[in-house]
């Protein structure tokens, strides 16, 4: 997928979600950096790695509006078995899973609570992002004799998402916080075995994370 069509939509999205431009003094800009885990459950991950990038602007009353650039590193798990085989156990490793990859391209609102001068601030948000992963095909001793050969085209998701969390202000530029998020992927995954030609899919899932992030405010 080219990554600069999708960034181009949400930032435009970003520009919608600020219909009215307030005060230069009520409308900081900020950048953030936040790092988490997540957990799907174990389909098709059991957890992943989250780094992320955000820049914000202020509309005023505590309302920010941003967009996101965000990775996502995890384990497809078992896609040999998605894909209708069975991997030969009395073979090391037990498990050979693919080492994913993703790229998701947000645009995100936020709403701040407690005013801007308290030390606590709690926040929720609710963002939209779209993403590609990216899984490595991954091949193997077959349970009965042979091998597979699992590749899989994981199309593009649309992932809708909430956040809450707490905010804590260490100073006039700088602050740091804890949140708490859950997001829904629209997904369809055609996971194929070139050896036997089975197939299999992978559909809608629910991501759960925690993560921390720094703040700047200029």
């Given amino acids: 997928m080219n990554a600069s069509r999708p960034l181009l939509i949400l930032l435009a999205c970003a520009c919608a979600l ?49 967009v996101a650039i965000e990775t996502m590193d995890f384990d497809f798990e078992r896609p040999w078995r998605v894909a209708g085989r069975e991997q030969d156990t009395s073979i ?58 699992v590749h899989t085209d994981a199309g593009t998701e649309y992932i809708p998402g909430v956040r809450a969390g707490m905010r804590w202000n260490l100073g006039a530029a700088w602050s740091a916080d804890f949140s708490a998020s859950v997001n829904h992927h629209f997904a369809d995954w055609k996971v194929e075995d070139r050896q036997s030609g089975s197939t299999g899919r992978v559909d809608d899932y629910t991501h759960y994370g925690a993560q921390l992030g720094l703040v700047y405010r200029f």
């Fill in 18 to 66: 600020a219909p009215t431009i307030t005060a230069a003094g009520e409308a900081p800009w900020s950048i953030g950096l936040r790092a988490g885990m997540s957990t799907a459950g174990g389909v098709p991950s059991n957890d992943s790695i989250n780094l992320a990038i955000a820049v914000r602007y202020g509309l005023g009353d505590g309302r920010h509006a941003g």
């Fill in 92 to 149: 090391a490793p037990d498990d050979i899973d693919s080492n994913a990859t993703s790229t998701l391209f947000t645009v995100f609102f936020e709403q701040l609570h407690g005013g801007g001068g308290a030390r606590w601030q709690p926040y929720w948000g609710l963002a939209f992002a779209v993403a590609s992963p990216d899984t490595p095909p991954v091949t193997g001793p077959a349970q009965g004799g042979g091998t597979f050969d």
